[in-house]
């Protein structure tokens, strides 16, 4: 048997697949048709400091091979998050990942203090990257020195936890907004949010979306996840969570010899609920089969 | 909640651009309620591959036997009309909250357009079967509205039946009036399905004679379970605006608490 085992900071993961931010809740609507034990890590839905009611709808529009979304960040809030979702989550023997965002530097560094030390939570994943809100989200990842600012100060407030930084690929050159954040502290990125796009009802001649714009997502930005992974790679050390249109153990398999340690899987839950553990499975099969005996030679073994 | 590939018995054109497909998924069979859905796998392929979800028409407990009826509107849907008998369908279900059928006593009034009969007849059989005097309202095309009244018909259900175009202002009219006058001999509960317009109409037709009304209403879903708040609908609770899920506090819904966006 292989060995699936990888290594995101400080967090040791059973395997490498893991559900995305927002695609997954709190783990506990999936419960009941999958095995969460059998998980890399839970990756929660967005954590923000207050309540938030996210955006009006409608939210959701599908498109070729893919879907664009604008839920806007809705959340229960930090409070509610530790009193209501942590005891359910703290209860599976897998890495448990809060995805944190804010308006405000001041906002992020709070929620971070907040979750640091909590009982059963392993690491933070800092979301400078919702295309979705007004204020704040993606603001901060499309500047190397903003992002360097929020990371340098969460990696301050949350000592305990594992920080992850999840970029997003609307940026000329993330190259250099990756090695901001691993110059500020940061344990591991996660590649990529989503990029932005757009549909048009051509009969009201309306946005199909009420913000206009929202996240693509799916297997059309496959290939633009792929290259932010492939081109950060190139030139940080920390670890890659790859992300975008993962599907199939594939697809997976693409994004780790690209140069992801991990992936993370979104849309495919919605569509089948236990691919996660088809991917891993799939994953360890193709080892088997090429007769590699630890995932970690494979990864980033791209032949240029 | 059950994830299963199930056996299509049959999938045939009823009327118009209406099909009733009826598939094997025992554990929906016997666990579903009126109002429900099940979130439906149309296409293996990648585009589209989002599920489709479809109210629960009928069921029958015994054999396990899960009954959908549903219009042909786009790619997903056209992919699904045509899928044979044993073909294999992934199907996620039973899911969603569904109709308050419990709160009825002694009357009940349905209302249903177009596609819309789809979630009131698995309501109509089991108001029937608890003895409930139930009588119905069906708009829309001609073809849909005599199907729906055979059905009704023959669960013992009194139906007056509006056939038009649903878009134009005088079939909503008459939707509303019948709708109106039916509320006015007094019945315990009504249960809607159909056009935000209709709903929206007869909503406010309800409130001004003070019965408790009861709508299914549509959003756009991906996940189908409560995941990914992309299904939200704009609801007052308690006075208060919020956002609810359509497949998970949903798709039933008062009447009185929906804000219509029409």
Known sequence: MPVLSVKIGRMTLKNPVMPASGTFGYGEEYSKLIDLNKLGAIVTKCVRLKPTLGNPPPRLAETPCGLIASVGLQSIGVEAFIKEKMPFLRRFNTRIIANIGGETVEEYVEIAERLNGVKGLDGLEVNVSCPNIKRGGIAFGVDPETVYKVVSQVRKAAKNLTLIVKLTPNVTNIVEIAEACEQAGAEALTLINSPLGMAVDIEKRKPKLSTVLGGLCGPAIKPIGLRCVWQVAQRVRIPIIGVGG??????????????????????????????????????????????????????????? | MFLFESEILSNVRVADDLYLLTFRAPEIALRAQPGQFVHVRCNKGEHPFLRRPFSIYLVERETGMVKVLYKTVGIGTALLAEKRKGEQLDVLGPLGKGFNSKAVQKSALLIGEGAGLASLMFLAEDLRKRGVEVSAILGGQRETVHIGKRYFKALGVKVETVEGDTKKEEYQREMAELFREALGKGVDRAFGCGSNHLLALTAHVARMLKIPYEVSIYQNMACGVGACLCCVRKIREEGKLTYKLVCKDGPVFNAEEVVWEV
Request: charged share 20%; no cysteine.
């Open chain 1, 246 to 304: 993962i599907f199939t153990a594939t697809d997976a398999l693409e994004y780790i010899i690209a140069g992801a340690t991990a992936v993370q899987v979104g849309t495919a839950n919605f569509v089948k609920p236990r691919v996660m553990l088809e991917i891993i499975e799939g994953i360890e099969k193709y080892l088997e089969e090429h007769e590699i005996n630890n995932i970690n030679k494979l990864i980033g073994s791209l032949q240029v």
